[in-house]
């Protein structure tokens, strides 16, 4: 499908129409950071577990560790939703990487293929190169999960050299309107499956690029780990071959 393709708006008629009653879709034109704004509902008590926004436009919106993610109008899907998993706090940090196997599994149900990789912890890779990005707050009663993907994006667009879009990658579906329900009505099914105690961590070591390759861990305090990395924990921790068990850090897949 050719990157000029027409970028349809989103559309929350259209959203709810194909999710279940049970998510509160919200679309703003215009906004600092969908994050941002769930977080000040949540705070105040204005919001209702399964909202969800999502913004045509983010003009501060950020990623992992607090980088900067910026995106043309209308060229990504970006969106955040707050959930209040019915299992103990403890097993909550499981739902970033529980979030990019329903994406996941989403974008290789409306390509009909398997191509796009999940990066520990979060990142969604086609080959080497970004496609999309999870990030996760903790609130008192649950958890905030922002999801940025790079849709309709040209080549000029990109954030990075490193990064890609769904256009670039000539992805059959590039609707964000049903990609956002589609990402929605998996999500759902993971998490209710997980709330009953079923364990992701076989599924995600399937979908992982990471899982099985020698890898440079680049921790924030500036310190770095090489080692093979050999699964991941129910905590969604990494392992390393090495014994390391890494909670925060950026990965480099090293050849």
Known sequence: MSTDAPRAPLDRKRISDEISQYWRVSVVDITGSTQDDLMQLVSSNQALAKSVIASEYQSA???RLDRSFDAASMSALTFSMYIEPKVDKAEWSFLTLLAALSVREALASLDNSSRVAVKWP??????????????????????????????GMNESELPVPTATSLAIENFYELDRNIILATILNHFEINLQIWELGKSFIAEYKEASSTIGADVEVLL??????KSKAVGVSDAGELLLENGEVVTVGDVIHLR
């Open 220 to 225: 924030p305090a500036g310190v770095s780990i």
């Open 122 to 151: 979060n990142d969604l890779m086609i080959g080497e190169k970004k496609c999309a990005g999870i990030i996760a707050q903790a609130t008192t009663k649950g958890v905030i999960i922002g999801i940025g993907i790079n849709v």
């Open 61 to 63: 919106g950020r990623g």
